[in-house]
Structures are given as structure tokens and as C-alpha cells.
Nanobody
Framework: VQLQASGGGLVQAGGSLRLSCAAS????????MGWFRQAPGKEREWVAV????????YYADSVKGRFTISRDNAKNTVYLQMNSLKPEDTAVYYC????????????????WGQGTQVTVSS
């Protein structure tokens, strides 16, 4: 499966961005899709996950209440709406398809998008 992430950019603190992750090669009706991020010099960090079939969502504490993950079944696309952005949200954001195991561990995902840069200025 191929994942194509887009929507990153430069935004001021307090602003918003919406990331998109379009999938091709397979539908995700039986999968979970996650977003991760990685800042320079830091480990890849889990951000959010959506259970595709049920629409259940889970978030890291650092983004809860500010970020919203959603999906569009018809477009086979998952989104990450990011509001009230902070400078510490600056990172490369990756979408990934879950394989097995804990939703918050990057090793549980076997297909990754190429990443999109999000930069939040203070």
C-alpha cells in the first residue's frame, strides 16, 4: 500500500493546519491508521490513531483537545486537523497503517507515508 501525506507548512502559534493521508493499493476498512511525528533529535512520537471500521479515535496526551483525526471512506483518506498549534508541535508528521500490536508503538505499523513538515513559529 502507498500512503501519500500532505498539508504541512509554516504556521504561527495558535494557528491551524489539516494534514491528509491518501492511501492507494488497498482499502482500510479493516485497519487502523495512525499519525506520528518526529522532531529533530527526538524519537518518533505517536500522535493519534483511528480505528477505520468503528471510527474510534485515540490521542496522545500532548495533543488531546487540540488535534482531531478523521477519515473519509470514499476517498480512502485519513486527516489530522491540528488546532491551537504550539512551537513544540514542530516536526515531520507521518501517517502509517497499523499491522498488529499497540497503537502507540511505531513498530506496530508496517506501511508509512513519506512525511510532511509542520513548522510552528512563536
Amino acid at each position: 500500500v502507498q500512503l501519500q501525506a500532505s498539508g504541512g507548512g509554516l504556521v504561527q502559534a495558535g494557528g491551524s493546519l489539516r494534514l491528509s493521508c491518501a492511501a492507494s493499493g488497498r482499502t482500510f476498512s479493516s485497519y487502523a491508521m495512525g499519525w506520528f511525528r518526529q522532531a529533530p533529535g527526538k524519537e518518533r512520537e505517536w500522535v493519534a490513531v483511528i480505528i477505520w471500521s468503528a471510527g474510534s479515535t485515540y490521542y496522545a496526551d500532548s495533543v488531546k483537545g487540540r488535534f482531531t483525526i478523521s477519515r473519509d471512506n470514499a476517498k480512502n483518506t485519513v486527516y489530522l486537523q491540528m488546532n491551537s498549534l504550539k512551537p513544540e508541535d514542530t516536526a515531520v508528521y507521518y501517517c502509517a497503517a497499523h499491522s498488529s500490536g499497540s497503537y502507540s508503538f511505531h513498530n506496530s505499523y508496517n506501511d508509512w507515508g513519506q512525511g510532511t513538515q509542520v513548522t510552528v513559529s512563536s
